[in-house]
């Protein structure tokens, strides 16, 4: 709608200062033509807005001017309120801030709207963590929050997963990324983004040269790669397995990321067919998990590798059971004797 255009440009111009035309149309979406009969209405309007055309021109409010204008909905103003990944404001050291910042928008919503937001606040709770995740090291982002919000570049003493000692190398930081309760510092490492776990960073040293970014790359941008290269690995395993129905709900949620697609379960039968894309044979361990209640139907490699790790954790537990007897033999030999 014009009116929410309108609203939106004035809201942009206040926070922004001067913005080019042409920014101001990718952002909302309509050609620049259409901003410019946009500034036109509100100039007419009484607001003191202007354009200058040139290279380094744009439209712009009047020195000073300001509105108290939110032009917030009454969903955007509850919005406000539901607050995600919780945790990461603590991890910031940002919780009192966010409690302050939530205060003032609550005193500038539009009365109507303050009932709502205020009862979306008590009666809605997002928590990002997992459940039983376990303890976690504990993790200082002050260093690397300084490195993004300076712009300076980075040497961390790391340890990659797999790794018993950690190595040092020096990068360039786009930003945090909090993904499942977990924070990452987004990188990039020689040119070429790389992803690194805070809780595996040992030390951190910010740098006095800037950052060297790649033009034109964001966050944004270097986290979907990243999260891209993570989450579609190229080749793997496909692997097909039966699940009794009993633990099929169990199976789904544990090993969703891996699933080529949802089993179809039609609700007969004690077995459902499922089908699974792990990174590697040896990946198929994790499915020893469900005992019985999972069968690996194939590929033969995978019905191997898992009969001989079975067989090894039988042998594990037979030779303790064998070492229990004796000791119980001897024990009622004694006494006898």
Not at 107 to 113: E, G, R, S, Y
Not at 126 to 145: E, F, H, I, M, N
Not at 248 to 276: I, K
Not at 318 to 328: A, F, K, Q, V
Request: net charge positive; glycine share 8%.
């Amino acid at each position: 709608m014009k009116s929410d255009r309108l609203l939106s440009i004035l809201l942009l111009l206040q926070t922004r200062g001067r913005v080019p035309a042409r920014e101001l149309a990718e952002r909302l979406e309509v050609s620049v033509r259409t901003i410019y009969r946009d500034v036109e209405a509100l100039s007419a309007s009484g607001v003191p807005v202007y354009a200058e055309r040139g290279r380094h021109g744009g439209i712009e409010l009047l020195a000073g001017f300001r509105t108290d204008v939110t032009g917030l909905t009454a969903d955007e103003s509850r919005s406000l309120f539901v607050l995600t990944a919780q945790g990461a404001h603590a991890a910031l050291g940002l919780d009192a801030a966010l409690g302050s910042a939530l205060r003032k928008v609550m005193a500038a919503l539009p009365a109507p709207f303050r009932p709502a937001a205020e009862v979306t606040s008590r009666r809605i709770l997002v928590d990002a963590t997992r459940w039983r995740c376990g303890p976690r090291r504990a993790v200082d982002l002050d260093v690397l929050q300084d490195a993004v919000f300076s712009d300076r570049r980075l040497r961390l003493r790391y340890r990659h997963g797999g790794d018993t000692e950690p190595s040092t190398c020096t990068v360039d930081p786009y930003g945090l990324v909090s993904k499942a309760g977990v924070w990452y510092l987004v990188a990039d490492r020689r040119g070429a983004p790389r992803l690194f776990r805070a809780d595996r960073v040992r030390s951190a040293t910010l740098l006095p040269d800037p950052v060297r970014r790649r033009p034109g790359v964001e966050l944004a941008d270097a986290w979907e790669v990243l999260r891209r290269q993570v989450e579609e690995r190229p080749g793997g395993v496909d692997v097909t397995v039966r699940v009794r129905r009993s633990r099929l709900d169990m199976f789904v949620r544990l090993h969703a990321a891996s699933l080529a697609e949802l089993p179809e379960d039609d609700g007969a039968g004690e077995w459902v067919t499922a089908r699974l894309t792990l990174g590697s044979v040896r990946e198929t361990r994790t499915l020893l998990a469900f005992g019985d209640a999972l069968e690996v139907l194939a590929p033969a490699g995978a019905r191997e590798e898992l009969a001989a790790t079975a067989a090894a954790i039988g042998a594990v537990y037979e030779g303790g059971l064998n070492c229990t007897r004796s000791s119980d033999e001897r024990a009622i030999m004694s006494i006898h004797e």
